[in-house]
T-cell receptor, first 109, second 112 residues
Framework: RKEVEQDPGPFNVPEGATVAFNCTYS??????FFWYRQDCRKEPKLLMS???SGNEDGRFTAQLNRASQYISLLIRDSKLSDSATYLC??????????FGAGTTVTVRA | EAQVTQNPRYLITVTGKKLTVTCSQN?????MSWYRQDPGLGLRQIYY???????DKGDVPEGYKVSRKEKRNFPLILESPSPNQTSLYFC???????????FGPGTRLTVT
């Protein structure tokens, strides 16, 4: 079983729509959680950390559900520039990072 | 500008011909890592370094070597590349005590 699993998508949405997707992790002792954004095989960049209470950064909302072992990312009012692959990253209890394979989002005009 | 640089960005080589991919960061980060990214798989860590002269294996170290003689540099060495090492490689760094990875632009390697 993979340590971090993501629906690869693609999620095709029109501009202005809301899109949400999840990431599941296998290790219940995982420490911290992050979402990274990766454009077209360029380098990944940190989008946001995921806090236990959930957190927002503008149009982006991240949530953590420890009981069911998943994190989610919701994008409101999608922009063309949101088209990217979103990587779920989990800090394991041995302080190593595990990366999901990514969820691709395509926002169309 | 704070950044991680990698060279070369693209490389096509033949099986068995030794190569080195350089990585340098100007943020004075203690931690540096090498990852490879393959379709359908998440980034997988090859090697990491916690500081000068301190390196350790990641999840997929076979066929790779690294060194950390200076804090800013962390080269990846393929002594005898094979076609299964065809991949997109990223170098990354982070400060001690934090986990935000700063990635280089990537090196696309093809081994024929």
């Amino acid at each position: 079983r993979k340590e971090v699993e993501q629906d690869p998508g693609p999620f095709n949405v029109p501009e202005g729509a809301t899109v949400a997707f999840n990431c599941t992790y296998s290790n219940s002792a995982s420490q911290s959680f992050f979402w990274y954004r990766q454009d077209c095989r360029k380098e990944p960049k940190l989008l946001m950390s995921v806090y236990s209470s959930g957190n927002e950064d503008g149009r982006f909302t991240a949530q953590l559900n420890r009981a069911s072992q998943y994190i989610s990312l919701l994008i409101r009012d999608s922009k063309l520039s949101d088209s990217a692959t979103y990587l779920c990253v989990v800090l394991q209890d041995d302080y190593k990072l595990s990366f999901g394979a990514g969820t691709t989002v395509t926002v169309r005009a | 500008e704070a950044q991680v640089t990698q060279n070369p960005r693209y490389l096509i080589t033949v099986t068995g011909k030794k190569l080195t991919v350089t990585c340098s960061q100007n943020m004075n980060h203690e931690y540096m890592s090498w990852y490879r990214q393959d379709p359908g798989l998440g980034l997988r860590q090859i090697y990491y370094s916690m500081n000068v002269e301190v390196t350790d294996k990641g999840d997929v170290p076979e066929g790779y070597k690294v060194s950390r003689k200076e804090k800013r540099n962390f080269p990846l060495i393929l002594e005898s590349p094979s076609p299964n090492q065809t991949s997109l490689y990223f170098c990354a760094s982070n400060r001690d005590g934090t986990y935000e990875q700063y990635f280089g632009p990537g090196t696309r390697l093809t081994v024929t």
